[in-house]
């Protein structure tokens, strides 16, 4: 199966800080089936980045992801309060159809 | 509006049986793939099941595969898991989700608790 590594699996961020994380996978993944989901404690997963880059329906244009094969980020380029939350990385590319360990991301 | 909504969860012992249930509507429900995603407590995502629009189409996780088995009625917008020989590394919240044409699961449930424990 493909393992999705996610990193650092904590961090912190001050406001207004630029901020990154990483999904590497075990093998290469296409860039159309690489997805980010935002959750929030209490709340269901939402679809936060779909095939690499696009933003789903809502998310701030603060957010943007890349990456290809196997190297994927989030990056948040001004962080606000309201960014606080999990994000998970997820593939598509191959059943089974793995999800990373996800980033916390916490304020500073 | 897009809803799905699961119920069927609660307190199970080791070894014995469940059958999830998820309830869509706002949407042609038989048109769409569906997908199970649980998390345990104080845990990550892990992907369970998926079922093709018609059913033709089935994979598991293998840590539930020969014990979980993923269905759906179509004319009842209703899609199912049922879950046997259920361990305590089985509890979790249990989502379903629906999977949008170009393959990311774009409306999840507010999810069911499932408990194994004696």
């Known amino acids: 199966q493909i393992v999705l590594t996610q990193s650092p699996a904590i961090m912190s961020a001050s406001l207004g800080e630029r901020v990154t994380m990483t999904c590497t996978a075990s093998s290469s993944v296409s860039s159309s089936y690489l997805h980010w989901y935002q959750q929030k404690p209490g709340s269901s997963p939402k679809l936060w980045i779909y095939s690499t880059s696009n933003l789903a329906s809502g998310v701030p244009a603060r957010f943007s992801g890349s990456g290809s094969g196997t190297s994927y980020s989030l990056t948040i380029s001004s962080m606000e309060a309201e960014d606080a939350a999990t994000y998970y990385c997820?593939?598509?590319?191959?059943?089974?159809?793995?999800f990373g360990s996800g980033t916390k991301l916490e304020i500073k | 509006d897009v809803q799905l909504v699961e119920s069927g969860g609660g307190l199970v012992q080791p070894g014995g049986s469940r059958k999830l249930s998820c309830a869509a509507s706002?949407?042609?429900?038989?048109?769409?793939?569906m997908h199970w995603v649980r998390q345990a407590p104080e845990k990550g995502l892990e992907w369970v099941a998926y079922i093709s629009s018609g059913s033709s189409t089935i994979y598991y996780a293998d840590t539930v595969k020969g014990r979980f088995t993923i269905s759906r009625d179509n004319p009842k917008n209703t899609l199912f898991l049922q879950m046997t020989s259920l361990r305590s590394e089985d509890t979790a919240m249990y989502y379903c989700?629906?999977?949008?044409?170009?393959?990311?699961?774009?409306?999840w449930g507010q999810g069911t608790t499932l408990t194994v424990s004696s």
């Open positions: 706002g949407f042609t429900f038989s048109s769409f793939g």
């Open positions: 997820h593939q598509y590319h191959r059943s089974p159809f793995t």
């Open positions: 989700a629906r999977e949008d044409y170009s393959y990311y699961f774009d409306y």
